[in-house]
Antibody
């Protein structure tokens, strides 16, 4: 059973960079796409983008200018960097596996990141 | 972007009830629709893919239907462990988008 676990700071200051890591266990990080999704308090889910195990990325145009994703196959981890954050970036951030059709088939349980001075 | 409109946003139900949740896409997504169950503090769980296919290990009391723009998730004989939030996801095109969620409450 594939399992994903998000980790990173729960508090980030405005204008700084939000950095999160997702650790994958129970399966190889190779041959799959890996995604980040977020959900602000009281709002719906927003897909942030994906990274393929080869390093190819695709970002949601709504966040593209501020997002970078990376991947470390040796550690079975992939990461999210979101630059120049504001209070609007406060959300629960989820990582997930994305199959080749676009289905998000395995998710982490999410981590709350608050943007505040 | 494809907008996904899910209804209702919440519903009250009792053990043994049948509940129906709908998801409408702003344009044709063929059958590229998935349904998820999300319980507080847990990872969202994939229930149904390609609109009507049950994920392995998911009980047959969950049923999905629809194609094009209109989709339905039906839960038969609701049990205590089924009280959760359910949401849909379209994967016909990027960016991936989600319905707003339906909270099934006792």
């Amino acid at each position: 059973q594939v399992q994903l676990q998000e980790s990173g700071p729960g508090l980030v200051k405005p204008s700084e960079t939000l950095s999160l890591t997702c650790t994958v266990s129970g399966g190889s990080i190779s041959s799959y796409y890996w995604s980040w999704i977020r959900q602000p308090p009281g709002k719906g889910l927003e897909w942030i983008g994906y990274i393929y195990y080869s390093g190819i990325t695709y970002y949601n145009p709504s966040l593209k200018s501020r997002v970078t994703m990376s991947l470390d196959t040796s550690k079975q981890q992939f990461s999210l960097n979101l630059r120049s954050v504001t209070a609007a970036d406060t959300a629960v951030y989820y990582c997930a596996r994305l199959d080749s059709s676009g289905l998000l088939d395995y998710w982490g349980q999410g981590t709350l990141v608050t943007v505040s001075p | 972007d494809i907008q996904m409109t899910q209804s209702p946003s919440s519903l009250s139900a009792s053990v043994g009830d049948r509940v129906t949740i709908t998801c409408r896409a702003s344009q044709d997504i063929k059958n590229y629709l998935a349904w998820f169950q999300h319980q507080p503090g847990k990872a969202p769980k994939s229930l149904i893919y390609l609109a009507s296919n049950l994920q392995s290990g998911v009980p047959s009391k969950f049923s999905g239907s629809g194609s094009g723009t209109d989709f339905t998730l039906t839960i038969y004989s609701l049990q205590p462990e089924d009280f959760a939030t359910y949401f849909c996801q379209q994967y016909n095109s990027y960016p991936l988008t989600f319905g707003g969620g339906t909270k099934v409450e006792f």
